[in-house]
């Protein structure tokens, strides 16, 4: 057994065998083609660090299908917090790419992970989601600390029923651009979606712009979720149970009801669709009312999505934990994030 | 623009000759029909996998590839289509979902080219004649 480790560097112009940061891969889909393989029959786990050194997006959708996974060797797409989006458009390691009729970043494997990769589906086509998973038997998908933000369709779409998807510490802007609409998290699996912000959704021709949404017949959890500024409900139950914890919204489908503003209620840094910025400020009303989730049954972690410290007894409402000044990066606390 | 092609194909076409144990194991996963879509959506060579423009991969800066894995084909002159590495996609008729059937519509045939390095230059003609579309 070997926990493989490849790079991913749109900056890089060394070899491009992704053995290390100078001769990383130059794009996911290049590193997809290069080395997708059977883990499980490998007994390998496989890490690829990603980042964009140059400033320069990967601009070639990806669709990760081929490779055979399972709870002991999984695959991971790992952004570290010194190289991740911080928060708005056009930051840190992100994938920006156009291919119709299909999503930017594509998840169909069973145990998966990615962390810190920011999205954007630039194509205008309405079945264009950002980060999409789909076609998987049972599983677990990870979704962590992503930023997806202006997708044609939806922002981040869960298909598959029979599988668990985490969805942790995640911003979700301005879903549903093209002319049919979209939701911002739209969810049919058994789902946990802790600690994310969904705002500015777009209702269009054929679909609502909902924020967060539980659309298959199994239960969904949100806990600590901002929801906001959407033009139809914050959070949305289609068939099943979608059960809210320490929830808020701008209207009255949370469990709390907190203005998406950047003067009252939430205090976000940047409310304004196309530059949102969901960092929040000291009056925020999100402020320590969020439920300590570091013993959490299902998926404890104990960090925001730059890693920064979520103290126990007082979490924050949202992918952002307030702590006064700039966004400090914890190692130790990250190790506290749970990686099944 | 420049096509980064993958010239070999995935673990999930060995042959019984080439590796039993793996083809074996390859023949029970596709008992189970959802592998079988996934075997279906396979990488396959030829698959037009990314779409650079004019000199990235052959230019002053060249960025690297893995020449086991891939080859270049520069077309000068020609721009950019999407359609070249989307996957091939259908409406399920139980569904009504837009889903993937085939990773990649296009393909380019690169064989009998004189690659030289893990890149080659053809015309726009010969680039049109080499295309392949699947479905």
Redesign the interface.
């Known amino acids: 057994m070997a926990d493989v480790v490849t790079y991913v560097d749109t900056g890089a112009t060394g070899a491009g065998t992704g053995v290390d940061w100078a001769n990383a891969y130059t794009s996911l889909a290049q590193w997809d083609a290069a080395e997708e393989t059977d883990l499980t029959s490998d007994t390998d786990t496989h890490t690829v660090h990603f980042r964009c050194s140059t400033g320069v997006a990967d601009s070639t959708a990806v669709s990760i299908d081929g490779w055979v996974t399972s709870a002991d060797y999984d695959l991971t797409v790992y952004v570290a917090p010194e190289d991740r989006h911080d928060g708005t458009r056009g930051s840190g390691a992100r994938l920006v790419a156009s291919v119709p009729f299909s999503p930017a970043f594509y998840i169909q494997v069973d145990f998966f992970t990615v962390v810190g990769l920011a999205v954007c589906n630039t194509g205008t086509v309405q079945e264009s989601s950002n980060i999409e998973v789909n076609n998987v038997n049972d599983g677990i998908r990870i979704i962590d600390s992503c930023l997806s933000y202006d997708a044609p369709g939806d922002g981040i779409r869960i298909h598959d029923w029979h599988s668990y998807t985490y969805i942790i510490n995640c911003m979700v802007y301005s879903s549903g651009q093209y002319s049919v609409g979209g939701a911002g998290i739209r969810i049919a699996s058994v789902g946990y979606v802790y600690n994310c912000v969904v705002c500015n959704s777009i209702t269009g021709s054929g679909r609502n712009g909902y924020g967060i949404v539980q659309e298959g017949y199994r239960t969904v959890n949100a806990i600590n979720c901002y929801s906001g500024g959407n033009d139809d409900e914050d959070y949305h139950v289609t068939y099943d149970v979608l059960n809210r914890t320490t929830c808020h919204s701008s209207d009255t489908t949370g469990n709390t009801q907190t203005a998406f503003s950047t003067s009252s209620g939430a205090y976000f840094t940047n409310v304004t669709s196309g530059s949102e910025d969901i960092h929040i400020t000291s009056d925020s009303d999100l402020i320590d009312v969020g439920t300590d989730l570091h013993a959490d049954t299902y998926y404890p972690f104990a960090v925001d999505a730059w890693d920064t410290a979520r103290p126990n007894g007082s979490w924050d409402v949202g992918a952002h934990e307030f702590v006064g000044g700039a966004p400090t990066i914890n190692h130790e606390a990250m190790m506290l994030g749970c990686n099944f | 623009m420049e096509y ?1 092609i ?1 010239k070999t194909n ?3 076409d060995v042959t019984a000759i080439e590796n039993p144990v ?1 083809f074996a ?1 390859l023949t029970a ?1 596709r008992n ?1 029909p ?2 079988e ?2 075997f279906n ?3 396959r060579s030829g ?1 037009i ?3 650079q423009k004019d000199g990235y991969w052959t230019g002053a ?1 060249a ?4 020449r086991d ?2 080859v270049v084909v520069f077309v000068p002159g020609l721009i950019r289509d ?2 070249y ?3 091939l ?1 259908e409406i399920d008729k139980k569904t009504n ?4 059937v085939r ?1 990649h519509e296009y393909s380019i045939d690169v064989s009998g080219l004189s690659i030289i390095g893990g890149i080659v230059s053809i015309t726009e003609a010969e680039f049109e004649s080499r295309l392949r579309r699947h479905g």
Request: charged share 35%; hydrophobic share 35%.
């Open positions: 980064l993958l995935g673990w999930m793996a194991r996963l189970n959802i592998f879509g996934k959506r396979r990488q698959d996998i990314e779409q800066n960025r690297g590839f893995r894995k891939f999407e359609l590495s989307a996957p996609t979902e837009r889903i993937t990773k």
